[in-house]
């Protein structure tokens, strides 16, 4: 079973959609929880972390259920400079490890 | 502030041939280290990370090695390179292990 389980998409909405991704993770001992964003052949790039009470930077929330063991990302009013791919990333504060999910890919339609 | 530097950017390599890629980071001291490998449509494969000079883990058994000469070096190499090492190579560090991680540009191989 892997670390770290994300939906590959595609999702493609249109300007203005609200939109949502899951990752679920399979170690409960994980500790800290990210999302990454990733453009076509670029290096990811830090979008959010999790904290454990939600929260949430602009258009952007992320949540932790960890009763369930899974973390989100929500989007509102897409843009067209939202589409990428987003990676989930869970750690375990012991072994010095991070794990990726597959990524979500995401693209914003005029 | 904090940067992270990988080169060459982009490599064209022929089978058998060498490899040494180099990353470094400016602006912190004592990072966690870390190196992937990313194949086309595919997620991150972490290869090796360190957690200081002369330390380093490795995640999958294959023909490549690393080195961590300096405390913000950390170096990948490979006396032999196999088709299946053409990927996007990514070093990031990390200021312990439940920071965030950042990123390198990265280094596109390409082995023909």
């Known amino acids: 079973r892997k670390e770290v389980e994300q939906d590959p998409g595609p999702f493609n909405v249109p300007e203005g959609a609200t939109v949502a991704f899951n990752c679920t993770y399979s170690?409960?001992?994980?500790?800290?929880f990210f999302w990454y964003r990733q453009d076509c052949r670029k290096e990811p790039k830090l979008l959010m972390s999790?904290?454990?009470s939600g929260n949430e930077d602009g258009r952007f929330t992320a949540q932790l259920n960890r009763a369930s063991q899974y973390i989100s990302l929500l989007i509102r009013d897409s843009k067209l400079s939202d589409s990428a791919t987003y990676l989930c990333?869970?750690?375990?504060?012991?072994?010095?490890?991070?794990?990726f999910g597959t990524g979500t890919s995401l693209t914003v339609i005029p | 502030s904090q940067t992270i530097h990988q080169w060459p950017a982009t490599l064209v390599q022929p089978v058998g041939s060498p490899l040494s890629l180099e990353c470094t980071v400016e602006?912190?001291?004592?990072?966690?280290l870390y190196w992937y490998r990313q194949a086309a449509g595919r997620g991150l494969q972490l290869l090796f990370y360190?957690?200081?000079?002369?330390?380093i883990s490795s995640e999958v058994p294959q023909n490549l090695s690393a080195s961590r000469p300096q405390d913000r070096q950390f170096i990948l190499s490979s006396k032999k390179l196999l088709l299946s090492d053409s990927g996007f190579y990514l070093c990031?560090?990390?200021?312990?292990?439940?920071?965030?991680?950042?990123f390198g540009p990265g280094t596109r191989l390409t082995v023909l």
């Open positions: 990031a560090w990390t200021y312990s292990s439940y920071n965030e991680q950042f």
């Open positions: 170690n409960s001992a994980s500790q800290s």
């Open positions: 999790v904290y454990s």
């Open positions: 990333v869970v750690n375990m504060r012991t072994g010095n490890q991070f794990y």
């Open positions: 602006g912190t001291s004592n990072p966690n």
């Open positions: 360190s957690v200081g000079i002369g330390q």
